[in-house]
């Protein structure tokens, strides 16, 4: 460790590139801590997302033409707005309105500033991955389907187990740039003051006045971070891959 | 001379005339799921989505009402407006430019990762992938902290205010997806093309010129249109590092009201006018999608 510090502090002392997450154990821990955070924000709002797609373009086939209205307005509204906005809806106007009494007697936020974030995230990647899963579910030969449907499955297990496996595969490709968008996304979470890790670097430039280091650092952590996003992505895609269906 | 062909009207007695040789014709039209839902993403879901709105706006409006308060949400919008359509202006020049700039330079950028010399094609690649994979905001942040606020050329002071900066900002990504597209868009096209056209005598670049870049161009307008849209919704982010637009003039005019049941309208008013501006968009490149459907 002291030589990995000796070198930041070399480079420092006789380039004058300031990279203080490498000597300053302070700053390292904070910008460790943002790092952090951003992953867990980016898995709970991929898995949230998920789920969400997964639900929608189920509801997307009900029989009854309300739900699929709503849902398709659901769709059409995440769509077509702004992520900031929806967010700072959710967190400005909802998480003001939405005051539990604590025990102290002063209004409490039901939900945290992370918490609405992650809300905001997964509906506004939802939107997407049921409009993606859709596409994919519709892919699924309908032969497939009368065929479970013959051997006596429900219309939910039908859909658990015979469509989303093959429609995952099909939606596989799309999935993935929505995915890499989210974790972009997530950098949204700075306006909520979430220490991630553009606003504790943020933090870090303003006190070092390093920005030009820190900016670097900070674009190469996310490309590295949606690298590795997208290498786990190629893995499941390849683990998945059905020999003879699909390309 | 030359004399025309004539043939008769009637395609069944043209000459060679045979059944046999008429494309298929499928007798039921095939309905899935797909086309109930399809129907569903149309103008009409536009529309309900718009009532939904409208009737929320309606409902804390009349909520409003009952408690009687001095002036009502309605109301206090509409004297809003002026200035929120104000702000919308600068979130369309903004997004305006942006793609302008952007799609200049993505061609460029898109026709370099197709250059016949590989080290020109793998550098192309990495500045692609480079923007491509970075957050929209840590470049907003690294153009308007980096980027000097006056330039000097020959003894003139150009100054550089922080709305150009967020236009060159915001264009970065869009340089590189529109790259993305570029490249892809002259992949699609069949080799037979450049093949054609080195047996006629063209050079690369007016194989390019004249060949290749007007038959990409049917290609490239949805994805090119349903960028345009991501990037307006993208301009709100420029009031994160301190440029006017809607939603730090909906903020202010929240800060000066100071009223918490103003919040809920006011969120939904600018996400309404988004949404207007937005919606007919992707609308149109969706037909064009289907339209255009390359047939495979």
């Given at each position: 460790?002291?030589?990995?510090?000796?070198?930041?502090?070399?480079?420092?002392?006789?380039?004058?590139?300031?990279?203080?997450?490498?000597?300053?154990?302070?700053?390292?821990?904070?910008?460790?801590?943002?790092?952090?955070?951003?992953?867990?924000?980016?898995?709970l709002?991929?898995?949230?997302?998920?789920?969400?797609?997964?639900?929608?373009?189920?509801?997307q086939?009900?029989?009854l033409?309300?739900?699929?209205?709503?849902?398709?307005?659901?769709?059409?509204?995440?769509?077509?707005?702004?992520?900031?906005?929806?967010?700072?809806?959710?967190?400005?106007?909802l998480?003001?309105?939405?005051?539990?009494?604590?025990?102290?007697?002063?209004?409490?936020?039901?939900?945290?500033?992370?918490?609405?974030?992650v809300?905001?995230?997964?509906?506004?990647?939802?939107?997407?991955?049921?409009?993606?899963?859709?596409?994919?579910?519709e892919?699924?030969?309908?032969?497939?389907?009368?065929?479970?449907?013959?051997?006596?499955?429900t219309?939910?297990?039908?859909?658990?187990?015979?469509?989303?496996?093959?429609?995952?595969?099909?939606?596989?490709?799309?999935?993935?740039?929505?995915?890499?968008?989210?974790?972009?996304?997530?950098?949204?979470?700075?306006?909520?003051?979430?220490?991630?890790?553009?606003?504790?670097?943020?933090?870090?430039?303003?006190?070092?006045?390093?920005?030009?280091?820190?900016?670097?650092?900070?674009?190469?952590?996310?490309?590295?971070?949606?690298?590795?996003?997208?290498?786990?992505?190629?893995?499941?895609?390849?683990?998945?891959?059905?020999?003879?269906?699909?390309? | 001379?030359?004399?025309?062909?004539?043939?008769p009207?009637?395609?069944?007695?043209?000459?060679?005339?045979?059944?046999?040789?008429?494309?298929?014709?499928?007798?039921?039209?095939p309905?899935?799921?797909?086309?109930?839902?399809?129907?569903?993403?149309?103008?009409?879901?536009?529309?309900?989505?718009?009532?939904?709105?409208?009737?929320?706006?309606g409902?804390?409006?009349?909520?409003?009402?009952?408690?009687?308060?001095?002036?009502?949400?309605?109301?206090?919008?509409?004297?809003?407006?002026?200035?929120l359509?104000?702000?919308?202006?600068?979130?369309?020049?903004?997004?305006?430019?942006?793609?302008?700039?952007?799609?200049?330079?993505?061609?460029?950028?898109?026709?370099?990762?197709?250059?016949?010399?590989?080290?020109?094609?793998?550098?192309?690649?990495?500045v692609?992938?480079?923007?491509?994979?970075?957050?929209?905001?840590?470049?907003?942040?690294?153009?308007?902290?980096?980027?000097?606020?006056?330039?000097?050329?020959?003894?003139?002071?150009?100054?550089?205010?922080?709305w150009?900066?967020?236009?060159?900002?915001?264009?970065?990504?869009?340089?590189?997806?529109?790259?993305?597209?570029?490249?892809?868009?002259?992949?699609?096209?069949?080799?037979?093309?450049?093949?054609?056209?080195?047996?006629?005598?063209?050079?690369?670049?007016?194989?390019?010129?004249m060949?290749?870049?007007?038959?990409?161009?049917?290609?490239?307008?949805?994805?090119?249109m349903?960028?345009?849209?991501?990037?307006?919704?993208?301009?709100?982010?420029?009031?994160?590092?301190?440029?006017?637009?809607?939603?730090?003039?909906?903020?202010?005019?929240?800060a000066?009201?100071?009223?918490?049941?103003?919040?809920i309208?006011?969120?939904l008013?600018?996400?309404?006018?988004?949404?207007?501006?937005?919606?007919?968009?992707?609308?149109?490149?969706?037909?064009?999608?289907?339209?255009?459907?390359?047939?495979?």
């Amino acid at each position: 460790m002291t030589s990995v510090e000796a070198f930041f502090e070399m480079l420092y002392d006789v380039h004058g590139i300031n990279v203080t997450i490498g000597y300053d154990s302070w700053d390292r821990g904070q910008f460790l801590d943002g790092l952090w955070l951003t992953v867990q924000l980016s898995v709970l709002s991929i898995f949230f997302s998920l789920l969400v797609g997964a639900i929608g373009a189920w509801a997307q086939g009900s029989p009854l033409r309300i739900i699929r209205a709503l849902v398709g307005g659901f769709v059409t509204f995440f769509r077509n707005t702004p992520p900031l906005v929806q967010l700072y809806f959710f967190f400005f106007a909802l998480g003001t309105v939405l005051r539990i009494e604590s025990d102290t007697g002063l209004a409490q936020p039901l939900v945290s500033n992370f918490g609405w974030a992650v809300i905001s995230f997964s509906l506004f990647a939802g939107a997407m991955n049921t409009e993606i899963f859709r596409s994919g579910i519709e892919a699924v030969p309908n032969s497939t389907i009368e065929a479970s449907y013959a051997m006596g499955f429900t219309r939910l297990q039908t859909y658990i187990y015979i469509v989303l496996p093959l429609a995952i595969r099909i939606s596989l490709p799309s999935l993935g740039t929505n995915l890499v968008n989210l974790v972009k996304t997530t950098t949204l979470a700075y306006a909520l003051a979430v220490p991630e890790l553009l606003y504790v670097s943020a933090q870090i430039w303003s006190d070092q006045l390093n920005v030009r280091e820190m900016m670097n650092v900070l674009l190469l952590s996310y490309v590295g971070l949606v690298a590795i996003l997208v290498w786990i992505l190629h893995r499941w895609e390849k683990a998945l891959r059905i020999p003879g269906f699909g390309g | 001379m030359y004399l025309p062909l004539k043939l008769p009207q009637n395609p069944e007695q043209r000459p060679g005339y045979m059944p046999v040789l008429l494309p298929m014709k499928s007798h039921a039209a095939p309905v899935g799921v797909g086309t109930m839902v399809q129907s569903f993403l149309s103008t009409k879901m536009g529309l309900f989505v718009l009532a939904a709105f409208l009737i929320s706006l309606g409902a804390a409006s009349y909520a409003q009402a009952a408690s009687g308060a001095q002036l009502g949400t309605i109301a206090l919008l509409w004297k809003w407006t002026p200035l929120l359509a104000k702000g919308f202006g600068f979130n369309v020049l903004i997004s305006i430019l942006s793609m302008a700039i952007g799609t200049v330079l993505g061609v460029c950028l898109g026709i370099l990762q197709v250059s016949p010399n590989g080290i020109i094609r793998r550098v192309a690649w990495l500045v692609t992938q480079f923007f491509r994979n970075s957050p929209w905001l840590v470049l907003l942040f690294y153009c308007i902290l980096l980027i000097p606020f006056e330039i000097e050329v020959f003894g003139t002071t150009i100054p550089f205010p922080g709305w150009l900066k967020a236009v060159i900002g915001l264009s970065l990504p869009v340089m590189a997806y529109m790259s993305e597209y570029m490249r892809g868009a002259i992949q699609s096209l069949p080799s037979g093309q450049w093949e054609s056209a080195d047996s006629l005598g063209f050079s690369r670049g007016q194989t390019m010129r004249m060949v290749i870049l007007p038959q990409t161009v049917k290609r490239l307008l949805p994805p090119w249109m349903n960028l345009y849209a991501v990037l307006t919704m993208a301009t709100p982010l420029v009031s994160i590092v301190g440029v006017d637009e809607i939603m730090s003039f909906a903020r202010a005019a929240l800060a000066s009201e100071n009223r918490v049941d103003l919040l809920i309208p006011m969120y939904l008013y600018v996400l309404c006018w988004f949404f207007i501006y937005c919606f007919p968009i992707s609308g149109l490149t969706r037909r064009l999608e289907n339209r255009f459907a390359v047939k495979s």
